[in-house]
C-alpha cells in the first residue's frame, strides 16, 4: 500500500486507484463478490425476510438493497480488477541509447527522436488525471517527435538523462508534476 506513504494528495490517490481496480486485488475483490453472491441466493432459496448486520442492523428492503449493493460493487471491482491485469502488462515503454530515444507503444508501434535532431523538450499536463495518464513528456525534431507517457516504462531513467541537457530545466518539471490543468511547461530548447 505504497499510496499511505505518499504526501502528495494527487499522487496517493493515483496509485490508490491503481491498487484498487489495477489487478492486484483480483481474486480478494472475486472472493467478495462470490461471497455476497451466495448470500444473496441463499436468502432468496430460504424465503425468510433478511436480518443483516451492515454494519448497523437491517432487515427486509434495506437488507435486500444492501446485499444488492455489495454483490454489484464486489462485482465491478472483481471485473475490472480481471481486465486490468489481463491488459496491466501492456504499457509504453521508452528506451534509448547514445543516439536516439524511442517510445515503443504496447501496438508494437514506435516513435523515435535522435539526440543530435532534438529541439525541443516539453511537459504536456491535461486535467483527466488521476485516473488516467494526465503527464506527457513531447521531445521535438523537426519532423515532430515523440510523445512519452510519464507512466511508461523508463521514464525515470530518461529524466535523467534529460537532465544533462545543457540549460535543462528542472523547476519546468517540479511545476509540471503539481499541474492539474491543460498545460505546457518548456523544459529545454536548442539554443
Known amino acids: 500500500m ?94 534509448f541509447d547514445t543516439e536516439r530515444v524511442t517510445r515503443i507503444m504496447p501496438s508494437g508501434k514506435t516513435e523515435t527522436v535522435r539526440w543530435d535532431e532534438l529541439q525541443e523538450v516539453f511537459i504536456l499536463t491535461t486535467d483527466e488525471g488521476p485516473m488516467a495518464d494526465d503527464v506527457f513528456w513531447m521531445l521535438c525534431d523537426k519532423d515532430g517527435g515523440c510523445a512519452i507517457p510519464s507512466e511508461a516504462e523508463g521514464t525515470k531513467e530518461l529524466l535523467v538523462r534529460l537532465q544533462q541537457l545543457p540549460d535543462f530545466d528542472n523547476e519546468a518539471v517540479i511545476k509540471a508534476m503539481g499541474s492539474t490543468c491543460n498545460a505546457k511547461f518548456i523544459c529545454w530548447r536548442q539554443s
Open 2 to 95: 505504497d499510496f499511505l506513504n505518499e504526501t502528495d494528495p494527487q499522487k496517493a490517490l493515483k496509485q490508490f486507484k491503481s491498487e484498487l481496480v489495477g489487478g492486484k486485488c483480483r481474486w480478494l475483490f472475486s472472493f467478495f463478490a462470490f461471497l455476497s453472491l451466495a448470500l444473496l441466493a441463499y436468502l432468496l432459496i430460504s424465503r425468510e425476510e433478511p436480518n443483516v448486520y451492515f454494519p448497523v442492523f437491517l432487515k427486509g428492503n434495506a437488507a435486500w438493497a444492501a446485499i444488492g449493493l455489495c454483490v454489484i460493487i464486489w462485482g465491478m471491482l472483481a471485473i475490472c480488477n480481471w481486465r486490468n491485469w489481463k491488459t496491466g502488462a501492456k504499457k509504453d515503454r521508452v528506451v
